[in-house]
Structure formats: structure tokens, C-alpha cells
């Protein structure tokens, strides 16, 4: 084959990708058909990457195969981590994925400074600093949902701190706008760089804990389209699309997440949730509660015939999740109906909670979107709920002085019986306190969700064992 | 402005919509392993690394390449290997022996 030929070829295996990446996506509409999703989007890469190893601008391979391995070496343990871990794995996917794309764009910029055409610096210089600042603003946002120590896990806030923080972000702008009319002044793109990673720290440190679902999905749509971007300086076509189609689904899922929250772009970044809470969390009285213990649910769960249970990141905190299978089991054998109210931001990711429970081996079809359970819910005898706090916050709904007032909720209030596994009367991550607990129907059950949901279990399997 | 930009933006505009409408389809059942595939088939940029990689302009921008090889790929195998472990564990209740 002429090279000019085999050019041809490794253009229609990028065709082809694109093809397979679109059919992928298409078929993760459903979980019958997801797993042939991965597998078309598995093949449709590996070719993708096998051609362009025959493309003729390639002349040394050895170093690109070892570069190959190592990122396959890299890659597969992040590939095992477990359920829990997810989050975090994604952020870090996303600090590498931008890393990527800003290397690219950094190593086209100095491959033909100082003479880069003006328009092409301005497409390089856009897209190296959204890949910059989603390569740090990812890699805080990891380290948050690692918890390690040294990254602080409440919003760090101080006043002024969104006109500094646009500053940045302006200074970043315009030393690119001085790079497209003054090409020659080279030294100013790596000021450009250091300025976008700091922009990309004081983006994401300001974002609490209960903003990480929404924080992750727009890091997502950043490295989206900073690969789309790349695309454009390259002018590679298949790049634009898988860009495109990434930036295009963390921009949905920040959408849902923001709706999900009631909650504006401009808020979740812009104002940090921390500072509402505390004055909300004064205002405290002191109201009854009614408690139970593992028996007494063991008996009303019992004799009920639809059960809803609400999980929330607690649970996966507390490990619950099998324990839950079990209880889950033990009820169906029963004959006792038993579904999952799944608040979209329940987790610490967009769809996190239904990866936790299906990992627990609890079928996907029992596992509902909040809009579905909540018309179920006045027809329900018991809402279980396990972990969860502000998303069954009934204040939501009915307190317009409440921070979350707004926020869609599951409407566990309206179900015969409630009982909430929590290990105190402390309030949930947001410190908004929870009218719910103080409800005539309202049961409190204290105690570690796994150690408890256990007693429930072994009081259900020992008095009922027919 | 360049012809490519304008086919590129072409492209871009089509693929965007096209994701959005694609998206929208996708149960939030799998929103997670929803952006773990996103991202292995974003990791696609592994394509345009080893060009760079390959090409030896300079001893930077091979270096910077091959840097870029690693971390792309590494999305690639790792975000499919993960999102493939997610999706086997989605069964039915039927589908389930005990």
C-alpha cells in the first residue's frame, strides 16, 4: 500500500470509531443492552489505536509501546478499585484525561513557536488552559473524596474569594489574548499554564462534600471539551466527536445534578453551601423524638406489605449494603414488598448508589428514581431509611427559610411509617436540622446502620422462620 | 477564518447534539458507569499522543507525547475494564439463582 493509502485506511478506523462510539452510548440506555455498549466501544478504541500505529508520521514505535504498557499498568488498577471508591477513580480519570489533552496542545505550541498563526494560538491557548485547570481542579476534587488529610474536606471560604478567583481566570484569558497578538513573546505560555492549574485549585477547594456529584460531572464536560478543542487544533475529526459526546454527558449530568440539588451553575460554583448552614443550624429547639429498637422494626416491617427503603452515602459509609441484601431477602421471602428510593445525588457521584446496591447483588428493577417512588410513597406502610439525611428533608418542601427549601426530595413523609437508621440526632452533612425525625410516625432507630439493619435481620429470621 | 475550523465546528455542533440526545436516553440507573465509558472513549485522544509521540519534532514535544500515551491509555483500559465490571453486576431479579 502507497502511504497515502494507508492514511486513507487509518481515517476510516476513525469513522468506524465514531460509529462505535455512538452505538455505544446508544445501548447503555438500558442495562440488557449496556454490556454490548462496552464491549463496541472497547473494539471501536482498540482499533482506532492499532492503526494509528501504522501511521507514517510514526517513525519509532519502541518508546509509544512502553508509553502504551505503562498506561495499561496504570490503568488496570484503577480499573479494580472497589464500588466505593468510584468517585475518586473518576475524578482522577478526568485529571488524566485533561492532562492528556493539555500535554498535546502544550507540545503543538512549542513545535511551532514563536510562529504559530493567530487563530491556532487561540484555539491551543483555550484549550491547554481548560485541560490545565481541569488537571488540578479534578485532582483536589479526588483528593477530597479520598479524604486524605492535608485537602481540606469543608469548602475553604474567605470573603472576596469569587472576585480573586475570577481574576485568575481573567488573567488566564488574556495572557492568551497577548499570545495570539504577540506570538513572539513566548515566555508568557507558561505563565498561562501555572496560572490556569491555580485557577483549576481555586475553582474546586471552595466545594463541599454534598456539591462533589455535581463538581465531578462538570470536570467530566471540562475534559470533555477540552479533547474536542484538541480536536480543533488538530483537525482530527474523531477527537471532535468523542469530545463532543464527553463534554456533551458531563454537561447533562451536571444539569441533573443541579436540578437535583434546586440549585443554580452559578451557585454550586460560586457559592460555597458552607456558609448558609451555620446560621440555619442556630436556630434549634428541642423537640421529642420516638425510638425503637431492632425488635419493634423487626415487628412492623414484618407486618407491612410495601416497604420502601431510602438509602444515602451513610450506608456505604457504615459497609451496609450486604446487610441491607439480606434484610432486603428476608422481607421479599416474606411476601412483603420491598423497593429502593434513589435520590439522584444519594452517593457521592451521579448513579452511585444504584452501582453500591447492585453490587450488593439487589436487583436493578426493584431499584426506583425518586419521581417513581415518591407517587408509590402514600401508599406505602414503612420508609426505611438508611443513611440518608437532607434528601428526605420534608423542609424542602414546606420551610422557605430553609437552605435546601426547593430541593426535591423523596417524599418519606408521607409513607404510614418511617423509621431512620442514624447513629445520633446530629444533623447530616449540610447541618440543616431534619423536621422528619420529630414526626408522630416517625421511629428512630440509633445505632451503626450495619449493626442494626444485622438485628433487624436475625429478629425477622428468628421469630418469623416459616 | 480557516476552512477547518468551520468543518470542525461542523462536527462539533452535530456530535454535541447528537450526545445530548444520546445522553438523555441513558437510564440514570447507569449514570455512573454513564461517565466511566465517556471517559474510556474520550481516552480516544490517545491517537493524537502517539502522533505527536511518534513524529519526533522535538525532544520536548516526544517527550511530552509519550507522557500523554501513558495517561490517555490508562483512561482507556482502566475506564472500560471498570465500567465493564459495573454493568456485570446490574442483574434482574430473575436472573439470579437462591
Redesign the interface.
Known amino acids: 500500500m502507497t502511504p497515502d493509502q494507508v492514511l486513507m485506511l487509518i481515517d476510516f478506523t476513525y469513522i468506524a470509531a465514531v460509529v462505535g462510539f455512538i452505538l455505544s452510548l446508544k445501548w447503555l440506555s438500558s442495562p440488557v443492552t449496556a454490556m454490548r455498549g462496552v464491549l463496541i466501544g472497547e473494539i471501536a478504541s482498540g482499533i482506532a489505536v492499532l492503526a494509528t500505529l501504522f501511521d507514517a508520521r510514526v517513525t519509532e514505535h519502541k518508546w509509544i509501546i512502553i508509553a502504551l504498557i505503562i498506561g495499561a499498568g496504570v490503568g488496570v488498577p484503577l480499573g479494580l478499585v472497589k464500588m466505593t471508591a468510584v468517585p475518586q477513580r473518576t475524578a482522577l480519570s478526568h485529571a488524566f484525561g485533561a492532562l492528556s489533552a493539555a500535554l498535546i496542545g502544550i507540545a503543538e505550541y512549542y513545535v511551532a513557536a514563536p510562529n504559530v498563526p493567530r487563530f491556532e494560538m487561540a484555539e491551543i491557548g483555550l484549550e491547554v488552559v481548560i485541560g490545565s485547570l481541569t488537571v488540578t481542579g479534578s485532582l483536589i476534587a479526588a483528593g477530597k473524596l479520598q479524604e486524605l488529610k492535608w485537602i481540606p474536606q469543608r469548602p475553604i471560604v474567605y470573603k472576596g474569594q469569587n472576585y480573586v478567583s475570577l481574576a485568575v481566570l481573567a488573567s488566564a484569558i488574556i495572557l492568551i489574548i497577548a499570545l495570539v497578538f504577540r506570538p513572539d513573546l513566548t515566555f508568557l505560555f507558561p505563565i498561562m499554564v501555572i496560572v490556569a492549574l491555580i485557577f483549576g485549585i481555586m475553582l474546586v477547594t471552595p466545594i463541599g462534600g454534598a456539591d462533589m456529584p455535581t463538581v465531578i460531572s462538570l470536570l467530566n464536560s471540562y475534559a470533555g471539551f477540552s479533547a474536542a478543542l484538541l480536536g480543533f487544533v488538530l483537525q482530527s475529526k474523531v477527537l471532535v466527536v468523542a469530545g463532543a459526546l464527553d463534554g456533551a454527558s458531563g454537561f447533562i449530568l451536571s444539569v441533573i445534578m443541579c436540578k437535583a440539588m434546586n440549585r443554580s451553575f452559578t451557585n454550586v460554583l460560586f457559592g460555597a453551601f458552607g456558609q448558609v448552614q451555620v446560621a440555619a443550624a442556630g436556630a434549634k429547639e428541642e423537640r421529642v423524638v420516638k425510638s425503637a429498637s431492632p425488635e419493634d422494626a423487626a415487628s412492623i416491617l414484618a407486618s407491612a406489605n410495601k416497604v420502601v427503603i431510602v438509602p444515602g452515602y451513610g450506608m456505604a459509609v457504615a459497609q451496609a449494603q450486604h446487610k441491607v441484601r439480606e434484610l432486603y431477602d428476608v422481607l421479599t421471602k416474606k411476601g412483603i414488598d420491598v423497593r429502593f428510593g434513589i435520590h439522584p445525588v444519594a452517593g457521592r457521584m451521579p448513579g452511585h448508589m444504584n452501582v453500591l446496591l447492585a453490587e450488593a447483588d439487589i436487583p436493578y428493577d426493584k431499584l426506583m428514581e425518586m419521581d417513581v417512588i415518591n407517587g408509590d410513597l402514600p401508599q406505602t406502610d414503612v420508609a426505611l431509611i438508611i443513611g440518608a439525611n437532607d434528601v428526605t428533608n420534608p423542609a424542602a418542601r414546606t420551610d422557605q427559610g430553609s437552605p435546601i427549601y426547593g430541593m426535591p426530595i423523596i417524599d418519606v413523609d408521607k409513607a404510614r411509617t418511617v423509621m431512620v437508621i442514624k447513629r445520633s440526632m446530629a444533623a447530616g452533612f449540610a447541618g440543616i436540622d431534619n423536621p422528619l425525625y420529630y414526626l408522630n410516625q416517625t421511629l428512630m432507630l440509633f445505632g451503626d446502620a450495619k449493626k442494626f439493619v444485622t438485628e433487624i435481620v436475625q429478629s425477622l429470621s428468628g421469630s418469623g422462620g416459616h | ?2 476552512a ?2 468551520i ?3 461542523f ?2 455542533i452535530l ?6 440526545e ?37 525532544s ?3 517527550k ?31 436472573g ?1 439463582k437462591a
Do not use: C, W, Y
Not at chain 2, 456530535?15 to 445530548?20: H, K, V, Y
Not at chain 2, 440514570?28 to 465509558?37: F, K, N, Q, V
Open positions: 477564518m480557516p477547518d475550523f468543518s470542525s465546528l462536527v462539533f456530535a454535541a447534539f447528537l450526545g445530548i444520546l445522553i438523555k436516553r441513558v437510564s440514570p440507573l447507569l449514570h455512573t458507569p454513564l461517565m466511566s465509558l465517556t471517559n474510556a472513549l474520550d481516552a480516544i485522544v490517545v491517537v493524537a499522543a502517539i502522533i505527536i509521540a511518534g513524529q519526533h519534532e522535538t520536548l514535544s516526544t511530552l507525547g509519550l507522557i500523554a500515551v501513558a495517561a490517555s491509555f490508562s483512561n482507556m483500559v482502566g475506564g472500560f475494564l471498570i465500567t465493564d465490571r459495573m454493568l456485570s453486576m446490574f442483574k434482574t431479579g430473575k439470579k
